[in-house]
């Protein structure tokens, strides 16, 4: 998973920054949510996540705030020309601004192996005990809990588990397996522990249909 989003982020996202200038100079709401639109459809492409996944989980896993960067640069520009017009050079360490000080959100997707795909996007399935209700309810970790007693772990509480995982790994001296990396080995551990819930998922959308 973490691949697919470094892929996006080397080929689509810098065609994105180059029209950010137009984008921040965009008046008409229709044309500025088209672009953001297009933006979260691209990211969609490259990671293989349904259209029916939640926003706030897909931009959570993007980890690209348009608005934001849009403003950003549009301020360093602004900084740089008032810079260049008296002689001067402008440096960005030393602008204690929000704007430039805001941190890049931390990413998420990093070391998530592709089963993880695979989970989120088995979770969007709708319901298939619930076909006779009149609101139609998808297979969320907190549908299964509520309606039919199944636990399984949500997308968040697979990211912060995961995260503890790999701080504990990268804190061992050795790898413990001579010809594997650390990396190796975060990926295979964190497949298995996803595997446990998207099997469980699995079982329920198969016995249930």
Same mark, same amino acid.
């Given at each position: 998973?973490?691949?697919?989003?470094?892929?996006?982020?080397?080929?689509?996202?810098?065609?994105?920054?180059?029209?950010?200038?137009?984008?921040?100079?965009?008046?008409?709401?229709?044309?500025?949510?088209? /672009?953001?639109?297009?933006?979260?459809?691209?990211?969609?492409?490259?990671?293989?996540?349904?259209?029916?996944?939640?926003?706030?989980? /897909?931009?959570?896993?993007?980890?690209?705030?348009?608005?934001?960067?849009?403003?950003?640069?549009?301020?360093?520009?602004?900084?740089?020309?008032?810079?260049?017009?008296?002689?001067?050079?402008?440096?960005?360490?030393?602008?204690?601004?929000?704007?430039?000080?805001?941190?890049?959100?931390?990413?998420?997707?990093?070391?998530?192996?592709?089963?993880?795909?695979?989970?989120?996007? /088995?979770?969007?399935?709708?319901?298939?005990?619930?076909?006779?209700?009149?609101?139609?309810?998808?297979?969320?970790?907190?549908?299964?809990?509520?309606?039919?007693?199944?636990?399984?772990?949500?997308?968040?509480?697979?990211?912060?588990?995961?995260?503890? /995982?790999?701080?504990?790994?990268?804190?061992?001296?050795?790898?413990?397996?001579?010809?594997?990396?650390?990396?190796?080995?975060?990926?295979?551990?964190?497949?298995?522990?996803?595997?446990?819930?998207?099997?469980?998922?699995?079982?329920?959308?198969?016995?249930?249909?």
């Amino acid at each position: 998973m973490d691949f697919r989003k470094n892929l996006w982020q080397v080929f689509v996202l810098p065609m994105y920054e180059f029209a950010l200038p137009i984008y921040s100079a965009e008046t008409a709401i229709t044309r500025r949510e088209g /672009m953001q639109r297009h933006l979260r459809a691209s990211f969609r492409s490259y990671i293989g996540l349904k259209k029916t996944v939640k926003l706030d989980l /897909m931009l959570k896993l993007m980890g690209y705030n348009l608005e934001e960067r849009s403003e950003q640069l549009q301020y360093i520009s602004e900084q740089k020309w008032k810079h260049r017009c008296d002689g001067e050079i402008y440096n960005l360490t030393s602008d204690t601004n929000p704007i430039v000080q805001k941190k890049k959100p931390k990413n998420v997707c990093r070391r998530l192996p592709r089963v993880m795909i695979k989970y989120i996007n /088995m979770q969007t399935s709708l319901c298939p005990l619930c076909k006779e209700c009149e609101a139609m309810k998808q297979c969320t970790a907190e549908h299964l809990a509520k309606v039919h007693n199944i636990t399984i772990k949500t997308t968040q509480e697979l990211i912060q588990d995961l995260e503890e /995982m790999f701080q504990k790994i990268e804190s061992q001296k050795k790898s413990g397996h001579e010809n594997k990396s650390k990396r190796e080995i975060m990926l295979e551990s964190a497949e298995r522990y996803i595997q446990t819930s998207s099997e469980k998922l699995k079982q329920f959308l198969v016995k249930s249909s």
